[in-house]
């Protein structure tokens, strides 16, 4: 048996943009046992995924124990997508004889044995279709068409009650203003007006959605709210799975980018996501295998040069099944 270890130890959308690479790992090398280096707040995201084996929560502070623990595993290959230092030596110092990385980080050449020449800070393409193609030696040329997350039906339940217990009970946009600034997104008081244009144009529910530890943000657009009798505020600190079961329930999820946008195109949601015109581009992060549109503003202007409008309009197109 083929022992393979896949290291992406940064955030949920990132690690979800992994599962194409496992599929197809999974299809090519049979008998494989696959097992996934995660950071340890993201690697939820893998739970009831039968094609991943077994997921290893990443320790910076315990680099000796960790690397005694991955020569254990005595993998065969490591493919390193997230090429940090540490985790590169980590992965060195556990002796796997075939090492996949990168060719152009300065420390390249001391810990990766086989170096892929590609720059993904160009964002030519989806970051999917990069990790794919760092594994080309092993699958062949592939191009990344989904996403994959596995809630189990007791999740999906539980997500249906809790929006029943907020007075949900049938068609909902979900709007998710928060996100851990990995990108700039719309102001606060532009999603206020946005979801003001929403609640005007239809009878769905509105609810507007916050990560742990974000709630104020929501709180905050709520309160600058002149209408709020169909909007809804996530007050709880869900967990990242019950999040997830929540958004499986959603006929349109509104955002920036974020791995919570990416959680929505894993489960086949509608998605409207808000990108700035430089820096994290749709090319590469765009949400994957989903009905979605990509709204950016002009050319030089700020975020909020987007229109409360033209969200609206979109919003609109989504629901009744018209995309791009």
């Given at each position: 048996?083929?022992?393979?270890?896949?290291?992406?130890?940064?955030?949920?959308?990132?690690?979800?943009?992994?599962?194409?690479?496992?599929?197809?790992?999974?299809?090519?090398?049979?008998?494989?046992?696959?097992?996934?280096?995660?950071?340890?707040?993201?690697?939820?995201?893998?739970?009831?995924?039968?094609?991943?084996?077994?997921?290893?929560?990443?320790?910076?502070?315990?680099?000796?124990?960790?690397?005694?623990?991955?020569?254990?595993?005595?993998?065969?290959?490591?493919?390193?997508?997230?090429?940090?230092?540490?985790?590169?030596?980590?992965?060195?110092?556990?002796?796997?004889?075939?090492?996949?990385?990168?060719?152009?980080?300065?420390?390249?050449?001391?810990?990766?044995?086989?170096?892929?020449?590609?720059?993904?800070?160009?964002?030519?393409?989806?970051?999917a279709d990069y990790n794919l193609l760092q594994a080309e030696e092993l699958i062949g040329k592939k191009k990344a068409k989904k996403l994959f997350l596995y809630l189990k039906k007791n999740e999906i339940r539980d997500g249906k009650k809790y929006l029943i217990k907020k007075g949900i009970?049938?068609?909902?946009?979900?709007?998710?203003?928060?996100?851990?600034?990995?990108?700039?997104?719309?102001?606060?008081?532009?999603?206020?007006?946005?979801?003001?244009?929403?609640?005007?144009?239809?009878?769905?529910?509105?609810?507007?959605?916050?990560?742990?530890?974000?709630?104020?943000?929501?709180?905050?657009?709520?309160?600058?709210?002149?209408?709020?009798?169909?909007?809804?505020?996530?007050?709880?600190n869900l967990s990242i799975r019950q999040l997830a079961s929540v958004i499986k329930h959603a006929k349109l999820f509104i955002s920036g980018s974020t791995g919570p946008m990416h959680i929505a195109a894993a489960l086949g949601v509608k998605t409207i996501s808000f990108f700035p015109f430089?820096?994290?581009?749709?090319?590469?992060?765009?949400?994957?295998?989903?009905?979605?549109?990509?709204?950016?503003?002009?050319?030089?202007?700020?975020?909020?040069?987007?229109?409360?409008?033209?969200?609206?309009?979109?919003?609109?197109?989504?629901?009744?099944?018209?995309?791009?």
């Open positions: 048996m083929r022992r393979i270890l896949i290291s992406r130890t940064d955030a949920i959308g990132d690690l979800l943009l992994t599962t194409p690479l496992i599929h197809e790992l999974k299809k090519k090398i049979k008998n494989c046992f696959i097992t996934v280096l995660a950071s340890d707040y993201a690697k939820t995201v893998l739970e009831n995924n039968p094609e991943v084996d077994e997921v290893i929560a990443y320790k910076k502070n315990k680099f000796w124990e960790m690397a005694a623990k991955l020569r254990s595993h005595g993998f065969d290959t490591a493919i390193i997508l997230f090429p940090r230092f540490w985790v590169a030596r980590l992965i060195k110092r556990a002796g796997i004889p075939e090492r996949i990385g990168t060719a152009y980080r300065w420390y390249s050449f001391l810990f990766f044995n086989k170096r892929v020449k590609m720059h993904r800070k160009h964002s030519l393409i989806h970051e009970k049938s068609d909902f946009i979900m709007v998710y203003p928060g996100g851990r600034g990995s990108a700039e997104n719309l102001s606060p008081a532009r999603y206020a007006e946005m979801i003001e244009k929403l609640s005007g144009m239809t009878k769905a529910k509105i609810l507007l959605g916050s990560g742990r530890g974000e709630q104020f943000k929501a709180r905050e657009i709520y309160g600058s709210l002149k209408k709020r009798k169909n909007v809804i505020v996530m007050n709880e430089s820096g994290i581009k749709p090319t590469r992060w765009r949400p994957l295998g989903n009905p979605a549109e990509i709204i950016m503003p002009a050319d030089g202007s700020p975020m909020d040069s987007i229109s409360a409008d033209y969200v609206a309009q979109k919003a609109a197109g989504l629901l009744k099944g018209k995309t791009k």
